[in-house]
T-cell receptor
Framework: DAGVIQSPRHEVTEMGQEVTLRCKPI?????LFWYRQTMMRGLELLIY????????DSGMPEDRFSAKMPNASFSTLKIQPSEPRDSAVYFC?????????????FGPGTRLTVT | GESVGLHLPTLSVQEGDNSIINCAYS??????FIWYKQESGKGPQFIID?????DKRQGQRVTVLLNKTVKHLSLQIAATQPGDSAVYFC???????????FGTGTSLTVIP
């Protein structure tokens, strides 16, 4: 398996533009997680899905952020409109199940820069 | 107001020495823990895990120690190599929860 795949790897955009980040989880994994990593706040969970259904989105910072999982092999995280403070590395992770003892497998991340 | 960034703890060790990375966790109900390694430009990778019914677990060149009394976790790396240079995170999970909560991480630099 290729592992968790994320695209793009780098994204540079101007403030106010829409940004869409994409993730393909590991086949057979029922859980998908979106994280944001910054120097200010470390690694934060934004939202996670179970069998394509959002379970907990309490980590989503505000209404500008939305996430979807239309099928078991694809998820998107959208920011509209983007702001400079959204600059961060966004990770997608997947796991067979949630919690112990199931580790999460992380993708390589998307480095987002909003100017 | 003024922004304050995370001050990541750092550890520098000589190649071949042993490394000890520490983590204090907050939830006394947490009963499963994972250590992740994050190399520059990559996502976190699983290293080793431990359940709360154990106080020590060994892997290849790594050992995790758990002290539930003081809510402390440590990762020991034997014969540290340059490839071990990375940021190391501990993550905790409570049995009833689906989420892992990540610590702020420790940056390990191995000096050749």
């Amino acid at each position: 398996d290729a592992g968790v795949i994320q695209s793009p790897r780098h994204e540079v955009t101007e403030m106010g533009q829409e940004v869409t980040l994409r993730c393909k989880p590991i086949s057979g994994h029922d859980y998908l997680f979106w994280y944001r990593q910054t120097m200010m706040r470390g690694l934060e969970l934004l939202i996670y899905f179970n069998n394509n259904v959002p379970i907990d989105d309490s980590g989503m910072p505000e209404d500008r952020f939305s996430a979807k999982m239309p099928n078991a092999s694809f998820s998107t995280l959208k920011i509209q409109p983007s702001e400079p403070r959204d600059s961060a590395v966004y990770f997608c992770a997947s796991s067979l199940a949630a919690g112990a003892p199931y580790e999460q497998y992380f993708g390589p991340g998307t480095r987002l820069t909003v100017t | 107001g003024e922004s304050v960034g995370l001050h990541l703890p750092t550890l520098s060790v000589q190649e071949g020495d042993n490394s000890i990375i520490n983590c204090a966790y907050s939830n006394s109900a947490s009963d499963y823990f994972i250590w992740y390694k994050q190399e520059s430009g990559k996502g976190p990778q699983f290293i080793i895990d431990i359940r709360s019914n154990m106080d020590k677990r060994q892997g290849q060149r790594v050992t995790v120690l758990l002290n539930k009394t003081v809510k402390h976790l440590s990762l020991q790396i034997a014969a540290t190599q340059p490839g071990d240079s990375a940021v190391y995170f501990c993550a905790e999970n409570e049995n009833t929860g689906n989420q892992f909560y990540f610590g702020t991480g420790t940056s390990l630099t191995v000096i050749p």
